[in-house]
């Protein structure tokens, strides 16, 4: 069976510091990863995705994530981290048929941007 | 274009009552799917659809019923409401094509007393 394992619940940064969100995925076939942000009271927002080919992702809001088969990570990074930032973050797997009709989710890392 | 829209965004249900969650979208996708998100689990899948008048169970499937008559709609009905079905319900789309993201609606609070 798919997982997704989100090690960190919350994290707290300063503003302008760099972030690094760790997830580790196990699945018996290719993945298909994903990454959401999720602010208060809101749906999910796609930040990025990884399906092949370059293992480093760009996404929007200046995030990126890398791919790292032999360690079963897809870890989310930010060089500069703003206040506007602070969310719920959740990685996610899919199967590489690529239907995102079956996502499974970690279980999220709250992150906390201090002024 | 509005996306994937979910009525009611809030709902307090009594033990015993039904109810129906309505997702709508637009974007003509052929994939839909319910999830729900509790503290500290993240979001775990209910059920899902590939198309019209084709359902599947999720990993949390008991308690819930679905149906899609439409492409554009997939409603989920609780038939006798629980408290363990107090949640925060979300509904997805996307298209059916390889490396296709899926797009979540805004989310229904459902808390059940």
């Known amino acids: 069976a798919q997982s997704v394992t989100q090690p960190d619940i919350h994290i707290t940064v300063s503003e302008g510091a760099s972030l690094e969100l760790r997830c580790n995925y196990s699945?018996?076939?290719?993945?298909?990863l994903f990454w959401y942000v999720q602010s208060p009271g809101q749906g999910l927002q796609l930040l990025l995705k990884?399906?092949?080919?370059?293992?480093l992702v760009q996404g929007i809001k200046g995030f990126e994530a890398e791919f790292k088969r032999s360690q079963s990570s897809f870890n989310l990074r930010k060089p500069s981290v703003h206040w506007s930032d602070a969310a719920e973050y959740f990685c996610?797997?899919?199967?590489?048929?690529?239907?995102?009709?079956?996502?499974?989710f970690g279980t999220g890392t709250r992150l906390q941007v201090t002024l | 274009n509005a996306g994937v829209t979910q009525t009611p965004k809030f709902q307090v249900l009594k033990t015993g009552q039904s109810m129906t969650l309505q997702c709508a979208q637009d974007?003509?996708?052929?994939?839909m799917s319910w999830y729900r998100q509790d503290p500290g689990m993240g979001l775990r899948l209910i059920h899902y659809?590939?198309?019209?008048?084709?359902?599947d169970q999720g990993e949390v499937p008991n308690g819930y019923n679905v149906s899609r008559s439409t492409t554009e709609d997939f409603p989920l009905r609780l038939l006798s409401a629980a408290p363990s079905q107090t949640s925060v319900y979300f509904c997805?789309?996307?298209?059916?094509?390889?490396?296709?993201?899926?797009?979540f609606g805004q989310g229904t609070r459902l808390t059940v007393v």
């Open positions: 659809s590939v198309g019209a008048g084709i359902t």
């Open positions: 996610a797997v899919g199967p590489f048929t690529g239907t995102a009709s079956k996502l499974t």
């Open positions: 990884y399906f092949s080919g370059d293992t």
């Open positions: 974007m003509n996708h052929e994939y």
């Open positions: 699945y018996g076939a290719t993945p298909y």
């Open positions: 997805a789309s996307s298209y059916s094509r390889r490396q296709a993201e899926a797009f």
